[in-house]
């Protein structure tokens, strides 16, 4: 697989794809229509050099892909809602106040239940377990299993089952482009569903990266190591990224190994999708990635790897072996004819 460099989310009846400086959101309408929305926008790396220092930039991919996300999830609801108000200035700075309060809904609820819920469930086993290190162990267990089952739960509500499909839509778009195939709804069809550089992904890597971290906070105040719990999840969101930034760009045996658990998390966070989903996934890619160029140099690229290989073509050295002796072999013939030669002269002579 090459890298396309492409990401996205997948949101109410749509999918968002995001480019190098664009992102597009297409949505199925209620009428059967594909709308699709596209929108110019300057990454944060290109505004501030700290967001390129690795594990920092982590921090500031993580806070832009939270604010893009929401964005593109309440721009999908819009064209969902019962009644449509007229787009003015007013509704828009509501709308804008309400997907801010819902962030940080988000946020809290979230640190809530993965954070601190898993953390006071390790520490009630303090008397029977008085190690640290062994409860961190625990409450680490306890975080991924409040978010498997989590997870798990939700899906079985039509609404997320159906954005499941999409993501399931975006995945195998992807994988058909960074395969080197023409982004057809057929081609798109037999690609996996899952991908190294997925969200769920990195939210398995975050939550195993704090069970290494938060085993070795040997703090003895209980509400102190709780704060460090919370001000430590940007370091640990930082270095995850870091991780599945890697994943996503390299084939290494190791790193495919440790991908995949995240991998087999995939499997509840994607569903199959239908064509019409595939469909609208495409017109996404479409709107801010030439794939046809990119397929083109991926050809390219292919082309010279061969020749390359060619180039240095190994050689048989049983057949080699046989030619050098049998060259020797005629070198030894010609200096034993040469030698009888002369020695019949010389008995000639005498």
């Given amino acids: 697989m090459k890298y396309s460099g492409i990401g996205g989310q997948a949101v109410i009846e749509g999918v ?7 992102y597009a959101v297409s949505v199925r309408k209620p009428d059967g229509e594909i709308e699709v929305k596209v929108e110019n926008y300057k990454s944060l790396k290109e505004r501030y050099a700290i967001a390129n220092v690795p594990v920092i ?25 019962e009644e449509e108000k007229e787009n003015s200035k007013e509704k828009q700075n509501t709308n804008d106040i309400l997907m801010g309060l819902m962030l940080v809904i988000a946020i809290v609820l979230a640190i809530g239940l993965f954070v601190l819920l898993p953390f006071f469930i390790s520490e009630q086993l303090s008397r029977i377990i008085p190690s640290i ?20 739960a939700i899906s079985l509500m039509e609404d997320i089952r159906r954005v499941f499909m999409y993501h399931g839509a975006e995945h195998k778009c ?5 395969n080197g195939l023409e982004l057809t709804v057929e081609n798109a069809k037999k690609q996996t569903m899952v991908h190294k550089r997925c969200g769920t992904s990195f939210m398995l890597v975050v939550m195993l990266v704090s069970i290494l971290l938060f085993m070795f906070i040997s703090v003895p105040n209980i509400w102190i190591r709780m704060v460090l719990r919370i001000l430590l999840i940007p ?5 995850s990224y870091e991780f599945i930034s890697l994943a996503g760009k390299s084939e290494n045996s190791l790193v495919n190994v440790l991908s995949k658990p995240g991998l087999w998390l995939q499997s509840l966070t994607t569903k199959e999708p239908e064509d019409a989903m595939l469909e609208v996934a495409i017109r996404s890619v479409e709107a801010v990635f ?15 790897e061969e020749t390359h290989t060619e180039e240095f073509e190994v050689v048989d050295v049983e057949d080699e072996n046989d030619e050098i002796l049998q060259a020797l072999d005629r070198y030894f013939e010609d200096v034993s004819v040469e030698e009888k030669e002369q020695m019949t002269e010389a008995e000639m002579s005498e």
Avoid: P
């Avoid at 290190?133 to 798990?152: N, S």
């Fill in 174 to 178: 992807i994988n058909c482009i960074e």
């Fill in 290 to 304: 030439d794939w046809r160029d990119f397929l083109a140099h991926y050809e390219e690229k292919e082309s010279k």
């Fill in 235 to 239: 370091i640990i969101a930082g270095v």
């Fill in 57 to 81: 930039r982590g921090i500031f991919a993580f806070a832009e892909s939270l604010k893009m996300g929401m964005g593109t999830l309440n721009y999908s609801a819009s064209f969902w809602e």
């Fill in 16 to 22: 968002m794809m995001k480019g190098s400086s664009q």
């Fill in 133 to 152: 290190q062994l409860r961190g162990l625990i409450e680490g267990v306890i975080r991924v299993a409040i978010f498997v089952a989590y997870v798990k």
